[in-house]
Each structure stands twice: as C-alpha cells, then as structure tokens.
C-alpha cells in the first residue's frame, strides 16, 4: 500500500512492479511471434515436413534443401498421407533412421510426425 511515508522500489527510476510487467508483456510478445511463425510454416504438407526434421534433430540446411513427396503406396497401406524423403536425405533421430512422415490435416494446417524405418 502506498502511503505518504512509504518508500517505493525502483530500479533506474522506474517501478520494480512497472519492470515487470514489461519484461511479462514482452515474453509474451516474443511466444505470440514464435506461435505465428511455425502455423504460417505448417500450412503446406512439404514445410511442415521441413520443420519438422528440423525440431527431430536433422540439419537445418538439409531440411531446407530436402525434397519430400506424398507416397501413395505407404499411403494406401498405413491409411493416412505419408510423405517420404529420397534414400540419400534420411536421417538418424534417436536410434531410428527417418525417411518418412505420417501427415495430419486440421482445418489448414498439416503436422508431420516421424515414422521410423525398421
């Protein structure tokens, strides 16, 4: 409670209480952003693919430059979109080789998740 004898912490004159409040906000600006960009990068089945061997552990360079495509026979067999990366552009996440992708659509927006080889 602020009186007329009570003293007020401040920290290079502003408020300790303000601070915070500021450093909040901008925590939460910074989230927002990061939210945003990964449903703009999932709208495409081919990206979210992408971003996906990208948080798995695979090189970001080869994620950018890797070329998935929808496989129709695995697609058939596991009765969901596959995507599949050529032989050359697997990758090794945890123990399992990855060379393709189960895709699934909500609204827009594709998630990929791994599908090890085995």
Known sequence: MKGKGSVVKTFNGVPEDDKLKKIGNLFA????????ILLLLSISAK????????????????AVKSSPSYNKEFSYSMRSKVY??????????????IQYFKVYTFL???????????
């Not at 552009?89 to 399992?96: K, L, S």
């Not at 827009?108 to 080889?117: C, D, E, G, L, R």
């Open 29 to 36: 600006k910074i989230i927002g952003v990061i939210i945003l």
């Open 47 to 62: 990206t979210a693919v992408k971003m996906t061997m990208v948080l798995t552990g695979a090189n970001p360079i080869k």
């Open 84 to 97: 599949a990366l050529p032989e050359k552009q697997a990758y090794t996440y945890d123990i399992n080789r």
């Open 108 to 118: 827009i927006f594709h998630v990929a998740v791994p599908t090890p080889i085995y």
